[in-house]
């Protein structure tokens, strides 16, 4: 390590510090999604749209899951960016991926201040199981990664949604050169 600390104060991390795989670690798992949102949750073998999964141009690596119950439906994608300005290249992506969500019918609400950088957006779900109710998402950069989560049905009801957005920053830090510290 160099022990150099980026504008922001972020560490800025070299070549040898990119996380070329995300690991399952920086993912929320059925269990916790149904400690929090209630009901059983399991893998959804029908995936999901491209722009709630797709890796994002430049991503070193990416990750993402499709959770469902029988009224709820969670997509967390996950990616980690290469090189000595990580941070600055998640933070970035952040407009990238929020734009991408915008062209499949998502609407910005706002900046939640999560993170170095984020945006929540929200559409009408037209998901199984959640067709009709607010899917809400949001995309965050932290530690050099980003996230893109969203919610409907069960999984993006008031306090549910913000417990399970908190919970999915702290995972984030898995996909961080450095870890969770």
Not at 40 to 49: I, Y
Not at 126 to 154: C, K, S
Request: charged share 20%; aromatic share 2%.
């Amino acid at each position: 390590e160099d022990g150099h600390d980026g504008e922001d104060g972020h560490h800025e991390d070299d070549e040898h510090g990119t996380v070329t795989d995300v690991p399952l670690a920086a993912l929320l798992d059925a269990g916790t999604v149904g400690a929090l949102a209630g009901g059983t949750w399991a893998t959804d073998a029908k995936g999901a749209e491209a722009c709630l999964t797709g890796a994002p141009d430049g991503a070193a690596a990416s990750r993402s899951a499709v959770l469902v119950s029988d009224d709820g439906r969670l997509v967390q994608s996950v990616s980690t960016w290469p090189g000595p300005r990580a941070a600055g290249r998640a933070k970035v992506a952040v407009g990238a991926l929020a734009a991408e969500l915008v062209a499949c019918g998502f609407t910005e609400a706002g900046d939640p201040r999560l993170g170095d950088a984020s945006t929540a957006l929200e559409r009408t779900s037209g998901t199984d199981g959640a067709a009709g109710t607010t899917e809400r998402a949001v995309v965050i950069a932290a530690e050099g990664a980003t996230m893109v989560l969203t919610g409907a049905g069960t999984a993006g009801a008031e306090g549910v949604w913000e417990s399970l957005s908190d919970v999915a920053m702290g995972t984030l830090c898995a996909a961080g050169a450095h870890g969770c510290h």
